[in-house]
């Protein structure tokens, strides 16, 4: 029986681990003695939820004050490439005003990295619907008995924004409202640049899906975190879990991650109100300076904003000045800035709700 438990992020945060079953999917490497006998098997898939829920009011409270605004919402959060859940700030944004966080670390990737498995891969994005239906089942499962009705709001960062924009075109009617962190929607070279790699990257996943492909990153993107983001998030990473230097990029993860693109440049036609946050530029991190903490180092923006367009036929942009990719983990002024956006859009759909 699986149970909640205290999360490594301390008090507030719950998780509790579910199973996926056993892999037999190329990417398990060759597992030692130890882990072929215990419960570390590097073929046993397995996925985390993590909870923080809003603080009980008083009788007299509920009596006399205000209504929260989101009492009557959950929020499932799903992380990026080479990441993992832990922005409390962001938790506590949601939960201060009424509404029950969630978030999901997705199979091989921090709480549910297990050793000799491929860090963040996966063959098909699609795979990722088991754990979103487990989420939402258990969310479901949770609820309280004065909101049997709940909103569901799905925010997701980076190449999680892909996941649920995916997800939710699959599964029209489930969600409420998407809510996108720079997502990951395009590829940096471009749809045309995209296309015409696509045929190379799809044979080496035929024949060695797990190929590690070149990749420059010289750590800039995490050196921007720690210097402007939000100090306590910041401490509390675990680098094991987001290196400073990004997990290696596999021929077959990488196919899966093309079909994605591919499929919302064919278009998702989303049955839901989308609000995309982005960095208002890109840069190019080839070497260090202080444009790094004030910029996009990991997406092509522009790129990102016209695919954006193309997700469905209610999508607000919200450009947000000198944010990092994740517009959450910038500096004070602009990290308050898509605080205020997101509240905004957020406040807007659910008064239209009404």
Not at 228 to 248: L, T
Request: glycine share 8%.
């Amino acid at each position: 029986m699986i149970q909640w438990r205290p999360d490594v992020l301390g008090e507030g945060f719950e998780s509790l681990t579910f199973e996926l079953g056993e892999d037999d999917a190329p990417e398990v490497v060759e597992r030692t003695p130890e882990q072929q006998e215990g419960p570390l098997d590097a073929r046993q898939l397995v996925a985390t939820l993590i909870r923080s829920l809003p603080e009980r009011r008083s009788q007299w409270a509920r009596a006399t004050g205000r209504r929260r605004e989101f009492e009557d919402v959950d929020v499932l959060y799903v992380h990026g490439w080479s990441d993992y859940f832990f922005q409390t700030e962001l938790a506590k944004f949601w939960t201060d005003r009424g509404a029950r966080f969630f978030a999901i670390d997705l199979r091989r990737y921090g709480r549910s990295l297990r050793p000799g498995q491929a860090p963040g891969y996966i063959g098909d994005l699609a795979d990722y619907d088991a754990e979103i239906e487990f989420a939402l089942a258990e969310m479901r499962s949770t609820a309280q008995r004065n909101h049997p009705e709940r909103k569901l709001v799905l925010l997701g960062h980076s190449t999680g924004g892909l996941v649920l924009s995916l997800w939710a075109s699959r599964n029209p009617g489930v969600a409420d409202a998407l809510i996108l962190n720079s997502p990951w929607l395009e590829l940096q070279l471009s749809a045309r640049g995209r296309q015409m790699i696509a045929p190379i990257v799809n044979l080496g996943a035929k024949l060695v899906p797990l190929e590690v492909l070149p990749q420059l990153d010289y750590g800039f993107y995490a050196r921007a975190l720690r210097e402007v983001g939000p100090k306590a998030d910041v401490a509390r990473i675990n680098a094991e879990w987001k290196p400073e230097q990004s997990h290696a990029v596999h021929n077959g993860w990488l196919r899966a991650i093309l079909a994605g693109h591919d499929r919302v440049y064919r278009g998702l036609n989303l049955d839901v109100p989308v609000c995309v946050l982005l960095s208002t530029r890109t840069a190019l991190p080839a070497r260090w300076s202080e444009e790094l903490t004030r910029a996009d180092t990991v997406l092509d923006v522009e790129g990102v904003s016209r695919a954006a367009l193309r997700l469905g036929r209610s999508v607000t942009l919200e450009r947000v000045d000198g944010a990092l990719h994740d517009v959450f983990m910038s500096a004070p002024g602009p990290r308050g800035d898509a605080y205020d956006r997101m509240q905004r859009w957020a406040k807007g759909w659910r008064r239209a709700l009404e």
